[in-house]
Nanobody, 126 residues
């Protein structure tokens, strides 16, 4: 069983940057793909980005590509989401997730996941 703990959320002005971190434990970290999702107020949870177990492959939701970068450090059992040029509409709770059944990225539609973190709130002010 995988445990995930996010950190790094907070309040940032529009145009600013923020880096989220997610520390994983419970299984060999490099053996499974990881991802980030977000849930804005009043909306459903949406896929943001995913990364393979090795870190060699990434996959983004169309609207995130170019502003957000997912990466991982397998030595630290941590996945990151670097968010640049933030907009008020990026305000959401950001969730880290794991696809423990695959080491590769499921890059069609929304990747399946089977473990979630508790979420971290990102607020972008205008």
């Amino acid at each position: 069983q995988v445990q995930l703990v996010e950190s790094g959320g907070g309040l940032v002005q529009a145009g600013g940057s923020l880096r989220l971190s997610c520390a994983a434990s419970g299984r060999t970290f490099s053996s499974y793909a990881m991802g980030w999702f977000r849930q804005a107020p009043g909306k459903e949870r949406a896929f943001v980005a995913a990364i393979s177990g090795s870190g060699g492959s990434t996959y983004y939701a169309g609207s995130m590509k170019g502003r957000f970068t997912i990466s991982r450090d397998n030595a630290k059992n941590t996945v990151y989401l670097q968010m640049n040029s933030l907009k008020p509409e990026d305000t959401a709770v950001y969730y880290c997730a794991a696809d423990t059944k695959r080491s590769y990225v499921w890059n069609i539609g929304v990747p399946p996941v089977d473990a979630w973190g508790q979420g971290t709130l990102v607020t972008v002010s205008s």
